[in-house]
């Protein structure tokens, strides 16, 4: 079986169609996963990609073993029920609307400092001015995180979630021990010195009697960093992109800003900035005439079953109008993405300023666009626009 294209290629929706139609559940023995472990079973097709969200008692969440020497193997993202069930109720707690709801304000106000420098130039480029820096900022502010510490945190996320391939497992482990540290340090302060952020009010978070444990908070921090700056730093720089190559889509929504959050859901499900997930048997299964064997991985590649044509016609028509309710991208059933209030939130108040403030967004000429290297994230490196004010 050949892979005509890759998932590091520069239009990943190319290899996703060959693979739904060629190979929609298939083993590769070569492909590496962001953790480091090599070889997994890679499903594509949306009915296969939910049922294995769906299925925990076959496909376990649990690919990282928490006696491991991965923090993340502690995290709620990589547990199973019921110790699932008991992270999410107290993580919920702490990561409520009302905790959510009460960034807004601040992060309409940071969208309008960042774009503001550049609104006489008329060109920027969006990614390092704009789409990086607002969803790590944001974090770092939801946790607590001092300003100064924020730029290493960004360099760490980089390495955590890059592919392990390019950048290399041992820079992996460092960024992993270095922002581990740094964690336990301010979890720490944060038990003796209570504040009005979400560390202290995961430090604080009890149900049942029962608290979070500092290896589990520590655990979430690293999660909620590494999934919540690349996922929607990726989000928006291809919602940019989408709507440069859709130039009536920004005129549509300069003129109706209700319709924004359609679009960007469209942009979800049209480019998923998360392509994959990763799942690991519980037990011997038979999929369709494929064996899968108690402790193979699973990669779920999400990017690919939100363009599935049996699911949703015409995928590669932009259609904000379409029934997106069955948009894989945070996930689906009890791992349903936590973060994804606040991303949407982000996303909502970035689009409404930047429609406010920016028309007639193009690429600057001669761009040749790169994509990031990481089998995780989809996203570009640099996206350098023009635009008119």
């Given amino acids: 079986m050949k892979k005509v294209h890759s998932p590091l290629s520069d239009n990943p929706t190319l290899w996703y169609q060959h693979m739904r139609q060629e190979n929609p559940i298939y083993f590769d023995p070569d492909f590496t996963f962001?953790?480091?472990?090599?070889s997994g079973w890679q499903f594509f097709n949306h009915d296969d990609v939910k049922f294995a969200f769906s299925d925990h008692q076959s496909f376990s969440n649990e690919y990282i073993p928490s006696s491991g020497g991965d923090i993340l193997g502690a995290s709620l993202i990589t547990t199973d029920p019921p110790r699932h069930r008991n992270l999410h109720a107290l993580a919920s707690k702490a990561f409520s609307p009302s905790v959510i709801s009460r960034l807004e304000p601040w992060i309409r106000e940071k969208c309008r400092q960042l774009i503001s420098p550049f609104l006489k130039s008329g060109e920027m480029d969006f990614a390092s001015s704009v789409a990086i820096p607002l969803p790590i900022l944001t974090l770092a502010r939801l946790l607590g995180v001092p300003d100064q510490n924020i730029q290493q945190l960004g360099k760490w996320t980089k390495a955590i979630t890059g592919d392990p391939t390019v950048i290399g497992m041992e820079i992996?482990?460092?960024?992993m021990n270095g922002m581990g540290t740094f964690f336990m340090e301010l979890i720490e302060e944060r038990a003796q010195h209570p504040q009005t952020d979400l560390i202290t009010d995961l430090v604080l978070a009890e149900v049942d009697g029962t608290k979070l444990s500092r290896l589990e908070i520590l655990a979430f921090c690293i999660t909620l960093i590494t999934a919540g700056t690349e996922t929607t730093e990726g989000w928006a720089i291809?919602?940019?992109?989408?709507?440069?190559?859709?130039?009536?889509?920004?005129?549509?929504l300069i003129s109706n800003p209700e319709d924004i959050p359609k679009a960007l859901n469209e942009v979800l499900r049209f480019r998923s900035p998360v392509?994959?997930?990763?799942?690991?048997a519980k037990q011997d299964i038979e999929l369709k005439g494929n064996y899968i064997k108690k402790n193979d991985l699973i990669n779920l590649w999400i990017g690919s079953a939100n363009l599935d044509p049996a699911v949703f016609p015409n995928p590669d028509i932009f259609d904000i109008n379409r029934d997106n309710s069955k948009?894989?991208?945070?996930?689906?059933?009890?791992?349903?993405?936590?973060g994804a209030m606040l991303a949407k939130l982000e996303m909502r108040t970035l689009y409404e300023v930047i429609f406010q403030r920016m028309r007639d967004i193009r690429l600057q000429p001669e761009t040749?666009?790169?994509r990031v290297p990481s089998t995780i994230v989809n996203s570009y490196q640099e996206l350098p626009i023009l635009f008119n004010t």
């Avoid at 992996?172 to 960024?175: A, N």
């Avoid at 291809?238 to 549509?252: C, G, R, S, V, W």
């Avoid at 392509?275 to 690991?280: E, K």
């Avoid at 948009?327 to 936590?338: A, D, E, K, N, T």
Wanted: net charge positive; aromatic share 18%.
């Fill in 275 to 280: 392509m994959c997930m990763t799942r690991i």
């Fill in 172 to 175: 992996y482990q460092d960024s």
């Fill in 368 to 370: 040749v666009l790169k």
């Fill in 238 to 252: 291809l919602a940019m992109d989408t709507f440069i190559q859709y130039p009536e889509m920004q005129k549509h």
């Fill in 34 to 38: 962001f953790f480091g472990a090599k």
């Fill in 327 to 338: 948009v894989l991208s945070f996930g689906y059933g009890i791992h349903y993405c936590i």
